[in-house]
């Protein structure tokens, strides 16, 4: 399938706004985690943990599937195909396993969100909103989202034996 | 994804790259896997203790059933 000019660039645009997006959604997450880990102030800390759940449901998710989407339908509608060129390949397994890490790490924000919306009879901050894991999954996030961008804007040489066999079939005709 | 993939340049083989990336993430999916089995599980649960979320002394865990892989949304 090969999409019009016009079709293509709004595909590529809503492709690239998507991704960039989700990363830019990620380095905020990134830093609301390091202040709920780091604020001494209460109030605070659970402002941070509401606010990334929100971020998560609100922004982050519908950003990652449509980045996945409109990056299925960028390569199957271009020559780049989806399995042709292995740059395309690991850019497809990052944003698969990236998006299913976010949704199943969904749980655990949802947990540490409904943790700072209740009141505590002891006074200071919860245990459970002082752990490092909104951290390193923001970091882990970050990385890999980087490496995806790279890989796009570099988009390294190598064809895939499959792609290697769709060339050889095209060159044949 | 704009320009048209210059096929008659990629050489015979898997390019350098493509085996060094395949290694670190064969890597990072082996720790990940050993982690959710040997490191005391993966979720809310791992970070905190056996209470709700309404635990008055406010040392919270996971509501029952929630960890990845489960009720999921």
């Not at chain 1, 570099?154 to 044949?172: E, F």
């Not at chain 2, 990336?21 to 599980?41: K, N, P, T, Y």
């Amino acid at each position: 399938v090969t999409l019009k000019p016009g079709t293509r660039k709004l595909a590529l645009t809503t492709h690239v706004v998507s991704s960039v997006g989700w990363l830019g959604a990620v380095v905020t997450s990134l830093a609301l985690a390091l202040a709920g880990l780091t604020s001494e102030d209460e109030d605070t800390v659970r402002a941070v943990y509401l606010a990334m759940e929100s971020i998560g449901w609100f922004v982050l998710v519908p950003l990652s599937l449509a980045s996945l989407l409109t990056g299925l339908v960028q390569s199957l509608g271009s020559a780049w195909g989806l399995f042709r060129h292995y740059w395309v390949v690991y850019k497809l397994l990052i944003n698969v396993a990236a998006t299913i890490v976010l949704l199943l790490y969904m749980q655990t924000l949802d947990h540490f969100a409904r943790v700072a919306a209740v009141a505590s009879a002891s006074p200071g901050i919860p245990d459970a909103l002082r752990s490092p894991s909104p951290l390193i999954h923001s970091v882990l996030a970050l990385l890999l989202l980087l490496v995806a961008t790279v890989l796009a804007v570099y988009k390294p040489r190598g064809v895939t034996p499959w792609g290697q066999r769709r060339l050889a079939q095209q060159r044949g005709r | 994804m704009v320009e048209p993939p210059n096929t008659d340049a990629s050489p015979a083989g898997t390019p350098r790259w493509v085996k060094v990336f395949g290694v670190i993430a064969a890597v990072v999916v082996v720790v990940f896997v050993f982690l959710l089995l040997f490191g005391g599980g993966h979720g809310p649960g791992r970070h905190e203790g056996g209470a709700g979320p309404e635990s008055p002394a406010g040392h919270t865990g996971p509501p029952p059933g929630v960890e990845h892989g489960e009720n999921q949304p």
